[in-house]
T-cell receptor, first 111, second 110 residues
Framework: NAGVTQTPKFQVLKTGQSMTLQCAQDMNHEYMSWYRQDPGMGLRLIHYSVGAGITDQGEVPNGYNVSRSTTEDFPLRLLSAAPSQTSVYFC??????????FGNGTRLTVT | GQQVMQIPQYQHVQEGEDFTTYCNSSTTLSNIQWYKQRPGGHPVFLIQLVKSGEVKKQKRLTFQFGEAKKNSSLHITATQTTDVGTYFCAALTGANNLFFGTGTRLTVIP
Protein backbone atom coordinates (compact mmCIF):
# COMPACT_ATOMS: atom_id res chain seq x y z
CA ASN A 1 0.00 0.00 0.00
CA ALA A 2 1.25 3.47 -0.87
CA GLY A 3 -0.96 5.03 1.85
CA VAL A 4 -1.69 8.71 1.24
CA THR A 5 0.10 10.24 -1.73
CA GLN A 6 0.35 13.97 -2.22
CA THR A 7 1.70 15.84 -5.21
CA PRO A 8 3.56 18.07 -5.75
CA LYS A 9 6.00 18.17 -2.83
CA PHE A 10 6.94 21.78 -3.47
CA GLN A 11 5.24 24.57 -5.39
CA VAL A 12 5.87 28.26 -5.93
CA LEU A 13 3.01 30.41 -7.19
CA LYS A 14 2.58 34.04 -7.98
CA THR A 15 -0.27 35.98 -6.44
CA GLY A 16 -3.46 35.37 -8.38
CA GLN A 17 -2.44 32.07 -9.92
CA SER A 18 -4.55 28.96 -9.40
CA MET A 19 -3.46 25.40 -8.87
CA THR A 20 -4.60 22.01 -7.63
CA LEU A 21 -2.94 19.98 -4.94
CA GLN A 22 -3.47 16.30 -5.54
CA CYS A 23 -4.21 13.69 -2.88
CA ALA A 24 -4.87 10.00 -3.34
CA GLN A 25 -5.23 7.13 -0.89
CA ASP A 26 -5.37 3.40 -1.50
CA MET A 27 -6.72 2.26 1.86
CA ASN A 28 -10.43 2.57 0.96
CA HIS A 29 -10.90 5.17 3.69
CA GLU A 30 -14.20 6.97 3.54
CA TYR A 31 -12.95 10.04 5.39
CA MET A 32 -10.46 12.45 3.83
CA SER A 33 -9.37 15.92 4.85
CA TRP A 34 -6.99 18.77 4.10
CA TYR A 35 -5.01 20.64 6.74
CA ARG A 36 -2.64 23.55 6.56
CA GLN A 37 0.22 23.92 8.97
CA ASP A 38 1.69 27.28 9.86
CA PRO A 39 4.43 27.97 12.43
CA GLY A 40 3.03 28.21 15.95
CA MET A 41 -0.53 27.43 14.85
CA GLY A 42 -0.65 23.68 14.67
CA LEU A 43 -2.77 22.10 11.98
CA ARG A 44 -5.98 23.74 10.85
CA LEU A 45 -8.72 21.96 8.97
CA ILE A 46 -9.55 23.39 5.55
CA HIS A 47 -12.09 20.98 4.04
CA TYR A 48 -13.14 17.42 4.64
CA SER A 49 -15.17 14.65 3.07
CA VAL A 50 -16.98 11.72 4.64
CA GLY A 51 -17.41 9.88 1.37
CA ALA A 52 -17.54 10.20 -2.39
CA GLY A 53 -19.78 13.06 -3.47
CA ILE A 54 -19.80 14.66 0.01
CA THR A 55 -17.63 17.58 1.08
CA ASP A 56 -17.83 20.18 3.81
CA GLN A 57 -15.93 23.14 5.20
CA GLY A 58 -13.50 23.10 8.09
CA GLU A 59 -12.04 25.96 10.12
CA VAL A 60 -10.32 27.86 7.32
CA PRO A 61 -12.08 27.12 3.99
CA ASN A 62 -11.89 30.55 2.32
CA GLY A 63 -9.89 30.57 -0.89
CA TYR A 64 -10.02 26.79 -1.34
CA ASN A 65 -12.31 24.37 -3.12
CA VAL A 66 -12.49 20.59 -2.97
CA SER A 67 -14.32 17.79 -4.71
CA ARG A 68 -14.64 14.07 -4.04
CA SER A 69 -15.68 12.25 -7.19
CA THR A 70 -14.09 8.96 -6.08
CA THR A 71 -13.24 7.34 -2.76
CA GLU A 72 -9.53 7.50 -3.60
CA ASP A 73 -9.02 11.12 -4.66
CA PHE A 74 -9.52 14.41 -2.85
CA PRO A 75 -7.92 17.34 -4.71
CA LEU A 76 -7.60 20.79 -3.16
CA ARG A 77 -7.91 23.77 -5.47
CA LEU A 78 -6.54 27.22 -4.78
CA LEU A 79 -8.69 29.60 -6.77
CA SER A 80 -6.52 32.73 -6.71
CA ALA A 81 -3.38 32.30 -4.65
CA ALA A 82 -2.51 34.87 -2.01
CA PRO A 83 0.66 35.24 0.11
CA SER A 84 -1.43 34.31 3.17
CA GLN A 85 -1.80 30.84 1.65
CA THR A 86 1.92 30.19 1.95
CA SER A 87 1.96 27.11 4.14
CA VAL A 88 2.52 23.40 4.33
CA TYR A 89 -0.54 21.45 3.23
CA PHE A 90 -1.31 17.96 4.47
CA CYS A 91 -3.91 15.56 3.16
CA UNK A 92 -5.13 12.86 5.54
CA UNK A 93 -7.52 9.93 5.46
CA UNK A 94 -9.02 7.45 7.88
CA UNK A 95 -11.86 5.16 8.70
CA UNK A 96 -14.43 7.07 10.72
CA UNK A 97 -13.44 7.52 14.36
CA UNK A 98 -9.87 6.28 13.96
CA UNK A 99 -6.48 7.92 13.65
CA UNK A 100 -5.56 9.91 10.57
CA UNK A 101 -3.02 8.76 8.00
CA PHE A 102 -1.19 11.79 6.65
CA GLY A 103 0.52 12.31 3.33
CA ASN A 104 4.03 13.74 3.15
CA GLY A 105 2.79 17.26 2.58
CA THR A 106 3.06 19.99 -0.04
CA ARG A 107 5.14 23.05 0.75
CA LEU A 108 3.54 26.00 -1.02
CA THR A 109 5.04 29.45 -1.38
CA VAL A 110 3.02 32.32 -2.84
CA THR A 111 4.99 35.37 -3.87
CA GLY B 1 -15.23 25.64 17.47
CA GLN B 2 -13.42 23.08 19.55
CA GLN B 3 -10.25 24.41 21.14
CA VAL B 4 -7.50 22.51 22.83
CA MET B 5 -4.63 24.28 24.52
CA GLN B 6 -1.33 22.51 24.72
CA ILE B 7 1.61 23.26 27.04
CA PRO B 8 4.47 23.75 27.05
CA GLN B 9 5.17 25.08 23.58
CA TYR B 10 8.82 24.02 23.76
CA GLN B 11 10.75 21.63 25.97
CA HIS B 12 14.46 20.91 26.03
CA VAL B 13 15.60 17.89 28.04
CA GLN B 14 18.81 16.01 28.55
CA GLU B 15 18.77 12.54 27.14
CA GLY B 16 17.49 10.21 29.86
CA GLU B 17 15.24 12.80 31.48
CA ASP B 18 11.48 12.49 31.47
CA PHE B 19 9.13 14.68 29.43
CA THR B 20 5.45 15.54 29.75
CA THR B 21 3.12 17.55 27.55
CA TYR B 22 -0.38 18.57 28.57
CA CYS B 23 -3.53 19.17 26.60
CA ASN B 24 -6.49 21.07 28.06
CA SER B 25 -9.98 21.87 26.87
CA SER B 26 -12.72 24.05 28.32
CA THR B 27 -15.33 21.58 27.10
CA THR B 28 -15.78 17.85 27.56
CA LEU B 29 -14.11 15.86 24.81
CA SER B 30 -15.57 12.74 23.24
CA ASN B 31 -12.07 11.42 22.75
CA ILE B 32 -8.55 12.63 22.13
CA GLN B 33 -5.78 11.55 19.81
CA TRP B 34 -2.03 12.07 19.99
CA TYR B 35 0.35 12.51 17.06
CA LYS B 36 4.10 12.86 16.64
CA GLN B 37 5.71 14.89 13.88
CA ARG B 38 9.42 14.56 13.26
CA PRO B 39 11.22 17.66 11.93
CA GLY B 40 10.41 18.02 8.24
CA GLY B 41 7.97 15.13 8.38
CA HIS B 42 4.26 14.57 8.60
CA PRO B 43 2.14 13.84 11.71
CA VAL B 44 1.98 10.19 12.67
CA PHE B 45 -0.88 8.83 14.73
CA LEU B 46 0.19 7.47 18.13
CA ILE B 47 -2.95 6.66 20.07
CA GLN B 48 -6.60 7.44 20.75
CA LEU B 49 -8.13 7.75 24.22
CA VAL B 50 -11.86 7.42 24.68
CA LYS B 51 -12.76 6.53 28.25
CA SER B 52 -12.73 8.80 31.28
CA GLY B 53 -9.55 8.22 33.31
CA GLU B 54 -8.08 5.99 30.62
CA VAL B 55 -4.34 5.25 30.75
CA LYS B 56 -2.49 3.61 27.87
CA LYS B 57 1.16 2.76 27.49
CA GLN B 58 3.38 2.30 24.47
CA LYS B 59 6.84 1.28 25.63
CA ARG B 60 8.22 4.47 27.26
CA LEU B 61 5.15 6.57 26.39
CA THR B 62 2.22 6.87 28.80
CA PHE B 63 -1.00 8.55 27.72
CA GLN B 64 -3.71 9.67 30.12
CA PHE B 65 -7.25 11.00 29.67
CA GLY B 66 -8.62 13.00 32.56
CA GLU B 67 -11.56 11.88 34.64
CA ALA B 68 -13.63 14.81 33.40
CA LYS B 69 -12.46 14.21 29.81
CA LYS B 70 -11.25 17.79 29.58
CA ASN B 71 -7.53 17.15 29.70
CA SER B 72 -4.93 14.69 28.59
CA SER B 73 -1.21 14.15 28.96
CA LEU B 74 1.64 12.36 27.24
CA HIS B 75 4.59 11.34 29.38
CA ILE B 76 7.85 9.97 28.00
CA THR B 77 10.15 8.16 30.42
CA ALA B 78 13.90 8.37 29.92
CA THR B 79 13.90 10.31 26.65
CA GLN B 80 16.06 9.27 23.75
CA THR B 81 17.25 11.26 20.74
CA THR B 82 14.71 9.38 18.64
CA ASP B 83 11.94 11.08 20.64
CA VAL B 84 12.76 14.46 19.06
CA GLY B 85 9.81 16.06 17.32
CA THR B 86 6.56 17.89 17.93
CA TYR B 87 3.78 16.16 19.82
CA PHE B 88 0.22 17.18 19.08
CA CYS B 89 -3.00 16.39 20.82
CA ALA B 90 -6.17 16.55 18.77
CA ALA B 91 -9.81 16.54 19.83
CA LEU B 92 -12.24 14.56 17.77
CA THR B 93 -15.54 16.18 16.87
CA GLY B 94 -18.41 15.12 14.67
CA ALA B 95 -17.68 13.68 11.23
CA ASN B 96 -14.21 12.56 12.40
CA ASN B 97 -12.88 16.14 12.30
CA LEU B 98 -9.86 16.72 14.44
CA PHE B 99 -8.97 20.04 16.03
CA PHE B 100 -5.28 20.06 16.82
CA GLY B 101 -3.47 21.69 19.68
CA THR B 102 -0.51 23.92 18.84
CA GLY B 103 1.93 21.18 19.78
CA THR B 104 4.93 20.79 22.05
CA ARG B 105 8.31 20.73 20.36
CA LEU B 106 10.68 18.38 22.16
CA THR B 107 14.43 18.72 21.85
CA VAL B 108 16.60 16.02 23.39
CA ILE B 109 20.18 16.98 24.18
CA PRO B 110 22.56 14.02 23.92
Amino acid sequence: NAGVTQTPKFQVLKTGQSMTLQCAQDMNHEYMSWYRQDPGMGLRLIHYSVGAGITDQGEVPNGYNVSRSTTEDFPLRLLSAAPSQTSVYFCASSYSGTGLHFGNGTRLTVT
Amino acid sequence: GQQVMQIPQYQHVQEGEDFTTYCNSSTTLSNIQWYKQRPGGHPVFLIQLVKSGEVKKQKRLTFQFGEAKKNSSLHITATQTTDVGTYFCAALTGANNLFFGTGTRLTVIP
